[in-house]
């Protein structure tokens, strides 16, 4: 069996009869704090303190964690620079039968950090793949941000270049739902700058510090937040949550002397756009529909130069 102690039910027993034949070694993926050590739950605090080995971004960094609750384990490295070497290396440990937890330095592995690899290698092979969930900073960022939370996408981190910035936040214009993006303090500025400039004037909220001491949400526009960091740069871990756009405000930002088949080809060009999301984006520019924008597009190719 993979995990210990665990509960006498159906839905562990339908669990447990899935990894029938596989290897006795398992991947634990355990949620760690991302700022107060208080969040972390009591059973990844066991897995923990019953794994063989626990594999790490910063060993210094989990150590500070593991005395706080006074666990001894050996500790391993694993970030993005010997991700491809390590990987290897654990699988052969779990195809032995070690149990191994990975965690990264805060919240859950493999979201906007590595694990993917050990992950995938673990699943080709049969090992037992075990998350053992946490904290996350984007989430508690969404739900303290005031922003609409329904609907969400999670993009991690903005692209450092600028060029590179603004050709994905031109694919996100098309997007309706509300978009999280992890940004270091030394770019946030710049990329609330681009955000405003090309998603539009929407409803956001920079999560900074979230569960640390020094916790804070700033919210309002992209333009009002762009106007608080002039006064006031921002410091330590940031979360930016940038809220739907309004109809009419996506309507508005449309150039009307162009086109809407140089926009379209536009759209493709810079924005590394294919065609259909292209029509797709132009037309929410113009508030009009997917298939009126291809009648007129098909209509304006009909016309006569």
């Known amino acids: 069996m993979c995990a210990k102690r665990v509960p006498n039910n159906s839905a562990v027993a339908a669990t447990t009869a899935i990894g029938s034949g596989e290897s006795d070694g398992c991947l634990y993926l355990v949620g760690t704090p991302i700022g107060n050590l208080e969040d972390i739950t009591l059973r990844a605090l066991r897995i923990l303190k019953e794994v063989d080995l626990i594999a ?28 491809m070497t390590r990987s290897p290396e654990l699988l052969i440990k779990l195809e032995d039968g070690a149990k191994i937890a990975l965690v990264s330095d805060a ?17 080709r092979h049969k090992i037992r793949v075990v998350p053992i969930p946490g904290p996350s900073a984007m989430l508690a960022a969404l739900a303290g941000s005031g922003v609409p939370s329904e609907e969400f996408l999670f993009v ?20 309706e739902r509300t978009i999280i993006f992890y940004e ?6 710049e990329s609330i700058a681009d955000a405003r400039e090309i998603l539009g004037d929407r409803p956001a909220c920079i999560a900074r510090e979230v569960t640390k001491l020094h916790e804070e949400f700033l919210r309002g526009k992209l333009s009002h937040l762009e106007e608080s960091l002039t006064e006031r740069p921002a410091r330590g871990e940031i979360t930016l949550v940038v809220g739907p756009a309004e109809a009419s405000a996506v309507s508005g930002q449309v150039d009307t002397s ?25 037309a929410k520019e113009r508030g009009i529909s997917r298939r009126t924008a291809y009648d007129q597009l098909v209509e304006s190719k009909a016309k006569p130069n």
């Open 107 to 123: 919240g859950m592995p493999l979201v906007s950090d590595p694990g993917y690899r050990l992950v995938t290698l673990c699943v």
């Open 156 to 175: 991690g981190f903005l692209p450092a270049r600028s060029g590179e910035r603004r050709r994905m936040l031109e694919r996100l214009r098309i997007e």
């Open 184 to 189: 270091a303090p030394h770019r946030i500025a």
């Open 258 to 282: 162009q086109s809407l088949s140089d926009r379209v080809e536009e759209l493709i060009r810079q924005a590394k756009l294919d065609r259909k999301e292209a029509l797709k984006l132009a």
């Open 56 to 83: 790490c971004e910063d060993t210094r960094h989990t150590q500070k964690l593991l005395s706080h609750y006074d666990i001894a384990k050996t500790l391993v490295s694993y970030h993005e620079h010997n991700e």
